[in-house]
């Protein structure tokens, strides 16, 4: 009996060891798979609350600022989430509108890989008062594919602008997000992933100017040259990898979208470009390259590109008004995108049709970034932002742009389909186990040498099976240079 035993325990040990190399060999092949294959997909922010949109105000869930969500949005689908804004009034009891804070909503739509989208499609975000009446502040609020009709994240914004100027949604109480999405004839009906996010910027101490800077320097300036440094772009506005002004390269495969944030303090001018390098292949693609410009509450500020023949190619953004609070008050979008410090986004699409001409890639991608001006005050906020420092540029901000970290919230969200990406089951695996693959054949070899053992002298007291850990970390997906 005490023979066959242990044989059956030895047999169990080898089982489990077998099952383990499985997982881990799996997930490493499923990496390799991965980094060869299709780009990763978007990563949504790692504490982001699922939630459902309602298909009407009255059920709408309420959004908190300073929370991302995470929803989904079907064909043609019109979903409603709640907002309550600001229960501010003055000595008569009335609300008072000048000192009520103003409220941004975005909406990140995410298709998946491959998807079949069209010029048209796209999303659309509105904010309601409580008799239905949409705030309008010169914000578009619409976002489509475009002339590239290559699957990507879209973002569309909306928001209530309370103070001076503001002749739409005024008063305090209850507020519909209602979030739109567009489709053409001949666009997948796939569902769609949504990342929501509201914030929120208190109103100032004292009103100042309501009327934008007319006077700025609006000369494109020279292009930045210089040694360029490798750093590897983010999946998402969360994991968006950080930049300070210089020439940065990475590299681009056809269909990925990569996402940089610079920090841009208040008086300061962001000028930016980028240049896909050659490549051989046969054959033109219009608007191969996209290139767009988010500010800190993802709102859309101008949008760049280029079409593609093999030979190297540039796009890059308009000029762009200094940083200021008055910004907001200027007729034209681009201008009013600037109204406030912090971190904004450069996000870089290549054509998912690139590789029908040019190959997969990954392509040479160069961006040049250049921060001008000296940082100036800070406008006198009555309160503090929601998120807190959203319109702010610290001295962590400055060493993130130094260092190239990721945004706060990483890039190890889900994938684009709301389940784990190959990278994510590796991860894992190895966690779960404690151990990398080399560890695992070590262990394996231990184990062999117990049964040898147990059948040598199977009477014999049972010893510890020792465990091989501790073994050298393994970086899954791509390597972040810094």
């Known amino acids: 009996m005490g023979r066959r035993r242990g044989w059956w325990r030895g047999r169990t040990v080898l089982a489990g060891a077998a099952a383990l190399f499985s997982v881990v060999a799996a997930a490493g092949q499923a990496t390799t798979a991965t980094a060869a294959g299709a780009p990763p997909p978007y990563r949504f922010a790692a504490d982001a609350e699922r939630i459902e949109g309602a298909t009407n105000t009255a059920d709408a869930v309420r959004l908190t600022p300073g929370t991302y969500y995470r929803s989904t949005i079907r064909d043609n689908g019109k979903l409603y989430y709640g907002l309550r804004l600001d229960e501010v009034s003055s000595a008569s009891g009335v609300s008072d509108a000048s000192s009520a804070s103003s409220a941004y909503v975005s909406a990140t739509a995410v298709p998946k890989p491959g998807t079949k989208v069209t010029y048209s499609d796209g999303i659309k975000v509105s ?18 594919f475009g002339p590239t009709e290559s699957p990507r994240p879209l973002t569309a914004w909306a928001s209530r602008r309370a103070g001076p100027g503001a002749y739409t949604c005024k008063s305090a109480g209850t507020y519909t997000v209602l979030v739109e999405r567009t489709s053409g004839p001949g666009s997948s009906l796939d569902d769609w992933e949504l990342e929501l996010q509201y914030v929120s910027e208190p109103a100032l101490e004292k009103v100042t100017s309501t009327a934008a800077p007319q006077v700025w320097d609006s000369a494109s300036p020279q292009a930045l040259d210089g040694l360029a440094r490798t750093r590897e772009g983010g999946t998402s506005f969360s994991g968006a990898r950080s930049l300070e002004e210089g020439v940065w390269k990475d590299g681009i495969r056809a269909g990925q979208t990569l996402f940089y944030r610079v920090p841009v303090d208040w008086g300061q001018q962001l000028d930016a470009t980028a240049e896909l390098g050659p490549a051989s292949g046969d054959g033109y693609l219009g608007n191969a390259l996209v290139m ?8 859309l500020v101008d949008d760049a590109d280029v079409g593609y023949d093999g030979s190297r190619k540039r796009t890059g953004l308009e000029p762009l008004p200094p940083v200021a609070y008055e910004n907001r008050f200027a007729v034209d979008d681009q201008a009013g995108g600037m109204r406030f410090a912090g971190w904004y986004y450069l996000v870089v699409h290549l054509a998912e049709e690139m590789s029908d001409k040019f190959g997969d890639g990954p392509f040479e991608l160069t961006l040049r970034v250049r921060v001008r001006g000296t940082a100036g005050e800070a406008p006198a906020y009555s309160g503090a932002a929601v998120p807190r420092d959203v319109f702010e540029v610290t001295a962590k901000d400055k060493d993130a742009a130094a260092s190239g970290s990721a945004a706060t919230g990483g890039d190890g969200g889900d994938g684009g389909d709301g389940g784990s990406s190959s990278e994510n089951i590796a991860m894992k695996a190895v966690a779960v186990g404690g151990i990398g693959t080399g560890s695992v054949l070590v262990l394996g070899l231990v184990m062999w040498t117990v049964v040898a053992r147990r059948r040598a002298g199977a009477d014999a007291p049972e010893a510890a099976v020792p465990v091989a850990g501790g073994g050298a970390s393994r970086t899954y997906g791509r390597s972040r240079a810094r």
């Open 127 to 144: 904010l309601q008062d409580s008799d239905g009446h949409r705030c309008f502040s010169g914000d578009a609020g619409i976002a489509r």
């Open 292 to 299: 767009a410009l988010h500010n800190p509450v993802r709102a």
